[in-house]
């Protein structure tokens, strides 16, 4: 009795201590310090973008040492890896959104943001020309910004391949708000297919929800769809639990090519018995207002064309350069045989230029566009900005001793020795070992509660898929979010969610 009397006691204590360092991180949080202002004798460093590779380098670089700008459309970091889950209301789009003010207001030195798309980079003149493309302007809404180092952080854009009629008629996966243009469709389309005196080939059309592309993003879309379809819709609208479809189209022999043939047979296998239809080696040729038209390869090696009506058609077949890179690309002779975006050496310079780096899915440095090698771009991209600024006040202080020396031929030895100690801290810092990728696995959510996982771990590689997998899935991006104020609004979602239902109203 006595022991449980402590150990109340240290809950209690411990609920106490716990609660006041979260009052104090959240006053913190909300209370940011004074920062030093912009020194005018420092580079000028201009970030592009504000995604996972320019906030990761936002992250860890320190700001007193340039003058900082960022440059991005969008004043908000997006936690990509939970957008599928935005599209069905599991996760509200506000909890996987940091405000960039937030972000750089909470640096050392302030960092200037500038809410528009950079149109083009003269790395001649270095000069990048910036527009504002939101629906209120001023006066000027297009103008240049000056740089010593610039970094192209711009991600990548919808890979169409100039299919007809996809940019048209099609959602696509990208952005904040694709995500709740499919959120309104998807109660649209169930909506319009209960309206008084539908036709039944029309009630059918309507509630044949089509996903192109069986990457990672179409097989998390099509999971996320069929849970909010079993576990809510079917609860609220019944009489289109026989009709509604979800079907996934693949022009490549399986889905997710990226994981092991284990977890691609788990995955198919979920998927059929969620009653997802998956259609493999079935390329999509055209797209109209209500139809899909395909090729598909049968067995014997023949092609048939299929024509499928759909309702809601979601395009997720990856990446495509975006035109600010590509103009990039056209002016430097060195870019001239790289085809997925700006071919960067193995310290992230873009090649063929100065002072231009680039991270993420618009550089081409050997690994998959992901939001790990961004990140892990970003963060070393930091690191070594780092030591440019330390390596530049050393040297700065060698040449001043150096002087010294030279001036004061009596005391030879101290500053003789200082000099050797500062070439040493030099030699040190400059040895920068170039860009490593550390590949910490793979992982997608499937749908019923199940995710796959493909997880390097401990020198070796564990595949694993299944409901234990999913809790694992949901605490790994969980840690991953951006803040703490991120984390909560998550777990929020998801109780709310799992308690009372999505939400099936249309916005
Ligand atoms: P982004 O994060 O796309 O950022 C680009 C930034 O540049 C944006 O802020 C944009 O507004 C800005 N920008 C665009 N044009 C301009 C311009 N002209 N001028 C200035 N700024 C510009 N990867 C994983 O590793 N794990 C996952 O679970 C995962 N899930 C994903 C889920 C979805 C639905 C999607 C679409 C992708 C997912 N990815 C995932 C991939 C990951 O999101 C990308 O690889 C990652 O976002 C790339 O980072 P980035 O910084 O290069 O580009
Ligand atoms: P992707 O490039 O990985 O997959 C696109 C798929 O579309 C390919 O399998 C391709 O064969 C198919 N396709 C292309 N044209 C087609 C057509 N006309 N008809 C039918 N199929 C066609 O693209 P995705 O899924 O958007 O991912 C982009 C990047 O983001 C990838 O690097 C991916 O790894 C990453 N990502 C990672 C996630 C995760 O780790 N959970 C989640 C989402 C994206």
Redesign the pocket.
């Known amino acids: 009795f006595r022991y449980l009397k402590y150990a109340w006691r240290l809950t209690y204590v411990s609920a106490i201590a716990g609660s006041i360092y979260l009052a104090y991180g959240v006053y913190e949080l909300r209370n940011p310090d004074e920062q030093l202002v912009p020194d005018p004798s420092k580079k000028n460093l201009v970030i592009?973008?504000?995604?996972?590779?320019?906030?990761?380098l936002l992250k860890k670089l320190d700001t007193e040492n340039y003058n900082v700008t960022v440059?991005?459309?969008?004043n908000?970091?997006?936690f990509?890896?939970?957008?599928?889950s935005c599209t069905t209301g599991t996760v509200e789009h506000r909890s996987i959104m940091e405000p960039i003010r937030s972000i750089i207001r909470h640096k050392k030195a302030a960092v200037k943001f500038y809410e528009?798309?950079?149109?083009k980079i003269d790395p001649e003149r270095k000069t990048?020309l910036?527009n504002d493309n939101s629906d209120i302007k001023g006066d000027t809404s297009t103008t240049e910004v000056p740089y010593d180092m610039l970094v192209?952080?711009?991600?990548?854009?919808n890979a169409t391949f100039g299919i007809p009629g996809v940019r048209e008629h099609s959602c696509f996966?990208?952005?904040i708000g694709d995500?709740q243009q499919i959120r309104k469709k998807i109660m649209d389309c169930v909506e319009t297919a209960t309206f008084k005196d539908q036709t039944p080939e029309e009630v059918e059309r309507l509630l044949h929800m089509v996903v192109v592309g069986g990457g990672?993003?179409g097989v998390?879309?099509a999971g996320e769809l069929q849970d909010f379809f079993d576990q809510d819709i079917k609860k609220w609208v019944p009489e289109i639990s026989d009709k509604f479809r979800v079907t996934l189209i693949e022009a490549l022999p399986n889905v997710l090519p990226m994981f092991s043939k284990q977890l691609i047979d788990y995955t198919e296998s979920t998927f059929k018995e969620e009653k997802i239809t998956i259609k493999t080696k079935t390329a999509v040729k055209k797209v109209t207002e209500k139809t899909v038209e395909a090729e598909a390869t049968g067995p014997d090696g023949k092609k048939v064309t299929e024509v499928m009506p759909y309702g809601l058609l979601v395009w997720?077949t990856g990446?495509a350069v975006?035109?600010?890179?590509k103009d990039l690309m056209s002016q430097i002779p060195a870019q001239k045989d790289s085809r997925r975006g700006l071919a960067v050496n193995e310290y992230l310079v873009v090649q063929g230029t100065k002072d231009i780096w680039a991270?993420?899915?618009?550089?081409v440095a050997g690994y998959?566009?992901?939001?790990?090698?961004?990140?892990q771009?970003?963060a070393f991209l930091a690191r070594l900005f780092n030591n440019m600024a330390k390596s530049e006040a050393v040297e700065a202080k060698i040449a001043e001793l150096s002087q010294t020396l030279n001036l004061q031929p009596g005391d030879t030895a101290a500053i003789a020795k200082e000099i050797e100690t500062h070439e040493k801290q030099l030699r040190r810092i400059k040895d920068i070992k170039p860009f490593h990728y550390t590949h910490q696995g793979?992982?997608?959510y499937i749908g019923s509660e199940r995710a796959v996982a493909d997880v390097s771990w401990l020198n070796g590689n564990f595949a694993t898929g299944g409901q234990l997998t999913y809790l694992f899935w949901r605490s790994a991006?969980l840690s991953m979010c951006f803040s703490t104020r991120n984390r909560v609004l998550v777990v929020l979602d998801w109780l709310k969610s799992k308690a009372f239902g999505r939400d099936v109203s249309r916005e």
């Open positions: 592009l973008g504000s995604g996972w590779g320019a906030v990761s440059i991005s459309p969008r908000y970091f997006l990509t890896p939970l957008l599928p528009a798309e950079a149109t990048v910036i192209i952080s711009v991600g990548a854009e996966l990208k952005e995500a990672p993003t998390e879309f997720a990446n975006r035109p600010i890179v991270t993420g899915d618009c550089a998959a566009p992901t939001a790990q090698v961004a990140s771009e970003g793979s992982l997608a991006y």
